[in-house]
T-cell receptor, first 114, second 112 residues
Framework: DSGVTQTPKHLITATGQRVTLRCSPRSGDLSVYWYQQSLDQGLQFLIQYYNGEERAKGNILERFSAQQFPDLHSELNLSSLELGDSALYFC?????????????FGPGTRLTVL | GQQLNQSPQSMFIQEGEDVSMNCTSSSIFNTWLWYKQDPGEGPVLLIALYKAGELTSNGRLTAQFGITRKDSFLNISASIPSDVGIYFCAGQREGSNYKLTFGKGTLLTVNP
């Protein structure tokens, strides 16, 4: 158990809909990262938050957004969903005292868009 | 986005054999990480490397940070059935705000 929690575990929805994925980092970790994992693209970095502020952006679509709240949990919002958005979405966290590279992953949310 | 070149893509070995896999890049990385992922689970950190030439062990696993800073290697000795899974390398480039770039993974199958 990495200490990172994600909900829900599975999500099935239809095209055009909007969903919210939730992540709670390990106790004390200030950084949260979101990744998308699909069969053809592998693990792709989406976005990073540090202590409530956006720090880095990767291959995140404009239809996707995220935020980190004062209690440090984070949410990833996916809107106008398309079939190709079906994937595993992982959240990871790292501590303020670490080099940042040691990211600990949650169990993921499997999103299926029908 | 940029990805690391990880090889081999898959391996089928007998229990007790040693395993080697590697990752290469055209870019310099200042951190290399190795993760293992079981089906339906999140990646689990195995080993972290921070210095060129560094050799670090975690039980039967040994990883090395290449001296050129463009590659890394993972070795598993005396494999056992529970080593089955997908192994990913991940690198962090200087100035990347801790963003990790992942390899596409090595699927390891161990026959008992």
């Amino acid at each position: 158990d990495s200490g990172v929690t994600q909900t829900p575990k599975h999500l099935i929805t239809a095209t055009g809909q909007r969903v919210t994925l939730r992540c709670s980092p390990r106790s004390g970790d200030l950084s949260v990262y979101w990744y998308q994992q699909s069969l053809d693209q592998g693990l792709q970095f989406l976005i990073q938050y540090y202590n409530g502020e956006e720090r880095a952006k990767g291959n995140i679509l404009e239809r996707f957004s995220a935020q980190q709240f004062p209690d440090l949990h984070s949410e990833l919002n996916l809107s106008s969903l398309e079939l190709g958005d079906s994937a595993l979405y992982f959240c990871a966290s790292s501590g303020a005292g670490s080099w940042g590279g040691e990211q600990f992953f949650g169990p993921g949310t499997r999103l299926t868009v029908l | 986005g940029q990805q690391l070149n990880q090889s081999p893509q898959s391996m089928f070995i007998q229990e007790g054999e040693d395993v080697s896999m590697n990752c290469t890049s055209s870019s310099i990385f200042n951190t290399w990480l190795w993760y293992k992922q079981d089906p339906g689970e999140g990646p689990v950190l195995l080993i972290a490397l921070y210095k060129a030439g560094e050799l670090t062990s975690n039980g039967r696993l040994t990883a090395q940070f290449g001296i050129t800073r463009k590659d890394s290697f993972l070795n598993i000795s005396a494999s056992i059935p529970s080593d089955v899974g997908i192994y990913f390398c991940a690198g962090q480039r200087e100035g990347s705000n801790y963003k990790l770039t992942f390899g596409k993974g090595t699927l390891l199958t161990v026959n008992p």
